[in-house]
């Protein structure tokens, strides 16, 4: 079983930054993929930003420029750092991580409690 403690939330004002971080911690022999969602309330739930093991990344076009997702796999962490923040950004993020199991050899995906962001204008 694989756990993943998010942190960095919280309420800011509008072009205010955040970073969020997100640790895994359990039976992982490899983590592939790496990223964050968001859900906005009475919203579905949205692909913010992944990164893959190699570095490369995606983002989600309405925050391209502002936020930027790397990982240290040292530390099986993941993390988006979020700048020039919009009340749009007001959700709920949610981390997750793609692994291989020091027990098998399917990826398997774990999610984060999700941690709320607030952005005021």
């Known amino acids: 079983q694989v756990q993943l403690m998010e942190s960095g939330g919280g309420s800011v004002q509008a072009g205010g930054s955040l970073r969020l971080s997100c640790a895994a911690s359990?039976?992982?022999?490899?983590?592939?993929?790496m990223g964050w969602y968001r859900q906005a309330t009475a919203n579905g739930r949205e692909l913010v930003a992944s990164i893959i093991r190699s570095g490369s990344t995606v983002y989600a076009v309405s925050v391209k420029g502002r936020f930027t997702i790397s990982r240290d796999d040292a530390q099986n962490t993941v993390y988006l750092q979020m700048n020039s923040l919009k009340p749009e950004d007001t959700a709920v993020y949610f981390c997750?991580?793609?692994?291989?199991?020091?027990?098998?050899?399917?990826?398997?995906?774990?999610w984060g409690q999700g941690t709320q962001v607030t952005v005021s204008s």
């Open positions: 997750y991580v793609d692994f291989i199991s020091q027990y098998g050899i399917s990826i398997n995906r774990s």
């Open positions: 359990g039976s992982i022999f490899k983590i592939t993929d």
